[in-house]
């Protein structure tokens, strides 16, 4: 069975940065296109960024220039840094996988979450 967790959540000022990380374990062969979404106080999920197996990056607007998503396909991570943080960032953040392969298998396991960091920015 695969599993994704984050980490590196926590409190910070405006302004400031932080750097969430999203290991998977498991008997993982490859992963495929990896993301990170949020999801503030009566909100609904947002997507974030994802990223390919080779290293294409997408970024919502409202975070483009100034965070970056980059992945360790070796370790099986993949990152979030987050720079200029700003209030409204406030969220739980979750990492996502859409497919996931384990040896041998002959289908992957689809739609992987995390169980989420809280990032809480303060003014």
């Known amino acids: 069975q695969v599993q994704l967790v984050e980490s590196g959540g926590g409190l910070v000022q405006a302004g400031g940065s932080l750097r969430l990380s999203c290991a998977a374990s498991?008997?993982?062969?490859?992963?495929?296109?990896m993301a990170w979404h949020r999801q503030a106080p009566g909100k609904q999920r947002e997507f974030v960024a994802d990223?390919?197996?080779?290293?294409?990056?997408n970024y919502a607007d409202s975070v483009k220039d100034r965070f970056t998503i980059s992945r360790d396909n070796a370790k099986k991570t993949m990152y979030l840094q987050m720079d200029n943080l700003k209030r409204e960032d406030t969220a739980v953040y979750y990492c996502?996988?859409?497919?996931?392969?384990?040896?041998?298998?002959?289908?992957?396991?689809?739609?992987?979450w995390g169980q989420g960091t809280q990032v809480t920015v303060s003014s």
């Open positions: 996502n996988a859409d497919e996931i392969w384990s040896p041998g298998s002959t289908s992957p396991a689809y739609d992987t």
């Open positions: 498991g008997n993982i062969f490859t992963i495929n296109r």
């Open positions: 990223i390919t197996n080779h290293g294409t990056a």
